[in-house]
């Protein structure tokens, strides 16, 4: 039994090398077979331009050919927090990147430790372009730490802008010292060309209690209109299912309503979030596929890979004991 033990653990430090080498690439492939509609990874060359600082550059390829940009937040909101106190310009800065320590696998990350925002410099990314029906529902991954002492200048979006037209929020933070995050999950009536408010339907969940603090964690959400139902996953676990009892048989994205790829913007900027990785894709991952996400984010295999590793380390034993 203790030679097993050598043979697995050595199996899983291979693993956790080779998982390192893949983190050195694109990103892109993070979950086999599928293309998402944007996929943000520090851990790539591709996705972090050490020499312009600033820059982040998107890894998609075609699909967007423009930068993402880390800019300082602005302090118009100032008062909304510190009212009566002067501004304070060392609470203001660019977001930071550091070559490693985010989670088990050690992978380099953005630190966001002043107030400031990443954003889109040029394009919009959205789930509605182009539009389609029937809607699937959609799904998005990503590797962040909360600070326990995070803070938002003005009500903002983490994975999305807040303030577009149809707001499909990752996670959503109002304004202040403490945080209480939320997400949502909206869509139009596609039968009706210029919809209102009277088409959307709107569904907000509280997430607050099921995000972690102070520690490295793999969020996902995946919104499942066959469903009927948002589910949301921790570390590779279910942690919380939304149903809802709505009819979306009709119900599209709105074209040109989702900024995807935004977490908070110069008067909606934050303190106290690190991000090294963020994915959106138009469709409905399985608790398989987040898992081979998870793999892929921190290193740990997955079951299936730990089953084969066993096996090998019997097999292995059985031929050293002939």
Same mark, same amino acid.
């Given at each position: 039994m203790r030679g097993l033990r050598m043979v697995i653990v050595v199996g899983v430090a291979c693993f956790m090398a080779a998982s390192a080498t893949a983190a050195s690439g694109t990103g892109v492939g993070a979950v086999s077979g599928q293309v998402p509609v944007l996929e943000w990874d520090v851990a790539s060359s591709w996705w972090w331009d050490g020499d312009a600082g600033t820059w982040f550059i998107d890894n998609t390829g075609s699909l967007n050919a423009g930068p993402l940009k880390g800019g300082v937040g602005s302090t118009s909101n100032w008062n909304n927090l510190y009212s009566g106190k002067p501004v304070d310009p060392e609470l203001f800065g660019l977001p930071e990147y550091v070559a490693?320590?985010? $989670?088990?696998?050690?992978?380099? !990350?953005?630190?966001? +430790?002043?107030?400031?925002?990443? $954003?889109?410099?040029?394009?919009? !990314?959205?789930?509605? +372009?182009?539009?389609?029906?029937?809607?699937?529902?959609?799904?998005?991954?990503?590797?962040?730490?909360?600070?326990?002492?995070?803070?938002?200048?003005e009500n903002t979006g983490i994975g999305a802008a807040h303030d577009t037209n149809n707001q499909n929020l990752f996670l959503y933070a109002d304004k202040g010292l403490t945080i209480t995050f939320k997400s949502w999950t909206e869509m139009v009536d596609g039968r009706v060309s210029n919809p209102t408010n009277d088409n959307r339907w709107c569904h907000e969940d509280v997430v607050n209690v099921y995000i972690p603090r102070d520690a490295w964690v793999q969020l996902a959400k995946v919104f499942d209109v066959a469903a009927s139902e948002v589910r949301y996953y921790i570390n590779d676990e279910l942690v919380f299912t939304s149903p809802f009892d709505f009819d979306l048989t009709h119900y599209v994205f709105e074209g040109r309503g989702d900024v995807i790829g935004h977490f908070g913007t110069d008067g909606r900027c934050l303190t106290g979030m690190s991000l090294s990785y963020f994915a959106a894709y138009n469709t409905v991952l399985s608790l398989d596929e987040i898992t081979e996400s998870y793999a892929y984010l921190t290193g740990i295999p997955e079951p299936a890979t730990m089953t084969l590793l066993a096996l090998g380390g019997l097999a292995l034993l059985r031929r050293r004991g002939r």
């Open positions: 490693g320590g985010a $989670g088990a696998g050690d992978r380099p !990350y953005v630190d966001m +430790n002043k107030y400031s925002y990443i $954003g889109v410099e040029s394009q919009r !990314y959205e789930f509605g +372009n182009p539009v389609f029906s029937p809607a699937v529902g959609y799904t998005e991954i990503g590797f962040f730490y909360f600070a326990s002492d995070m803070a938002v200048l």
